[in-house]
Structures are given as structure tokens and as C-alpha cells.
């Protein structure tokens, strides 16, 4: 889920959590984060192209995507075809993820 403002479950679950003022929730959205923090490194994301919750508006990665383009935030949004939500999709690209944050940890 990357802007859980904008999404009807982040909606339900912050104001649960985080109560009712909208602007707090701010704080808890990546994608409102990415426009106000400076991250030099480049972000990656996998996201199953055949999620059920894509097509229902919960993760919304193309507002992240969106947001990192106005901060200049340097991202690799991969959507992977005949994917989903699955524990299968995580194994799938996992080894990728992992490298990613080695390469990170090793500058």
C-alpha cells in the first residue's frame, strides 16, 4: 500500500489508529513522505500486475510513482505481468530485494 491516505483500507486503519485529523496520517504515507525527505538512494518496488487490490485501488503504486518523479527521488516500479499477492510473487523477486539492499549496505 503506498499512499494509505488515498486508499479505502489505509483510510479505515488510520483513522482507527491515528484518529480522525487527516494531516497526522501525513506522517504514515510514503507517498507524502518521498515529497518532503531527501533519500539518495534508489527505491525499488515489484508489484503483481494481476493483484485483485491493484485493480481495487488499495496500493496504488503509480501515486508513489507519481510522487517520487515530483521529488526527484530515483525509483524502479517494476509491474510484474501474471503476478499477484501471493507469498509465490514475494519468493519470485525476493532475491532481487535482497541484492538491492546489499548494494545499499555496502557503499
Known amino acids: 500500500m503506498c499512499a494509505p491516505t ?4 489505509g483510510q479505515n486503519i488510520f483513522d482507527r489508529y491515528l484518529g480522525s485529523d487527516r494531516e497526522d496520517w501525513r506522517a504514515w504515507d510514503a507517498s507524502e513522505l518521498v515529497l518532503g525527505t531527501h533519500y539518495t538512494r534508489p ?8 493483484d485483485s487490490y491493484l485493480g481495487e485501488g488499495q496500493l496504488l503504486p503509480e501515486v ?5 518523479a515530483k521529488a526527484g527521488q530515483s ?3 517494476r509491474m510484474q505481468e501474471g503476478y499477484d499477492h501471493s507469498y509465490y510473487f514475494v519468493a ?3 532475491a532481487d530485494h535482497i541484492q ?4 545499499a549496505l555496502c557503499e
Open 92 to 94: 519470485s523477486f525476493m
Open 100 to 103: 538491492h539492499h546489499a548494494a
Open 6 to 9: 488515498r486508499s479505502p483500507w
Open 75 to 77: 525509483l524502479t516500479l
Open 64 to 68: 508513489f510513482a507519481d510522487a517520487c
Open 43 to 50: 527505491i525499488l518496488i515489484d508489484c503483481g500486475a494481476a
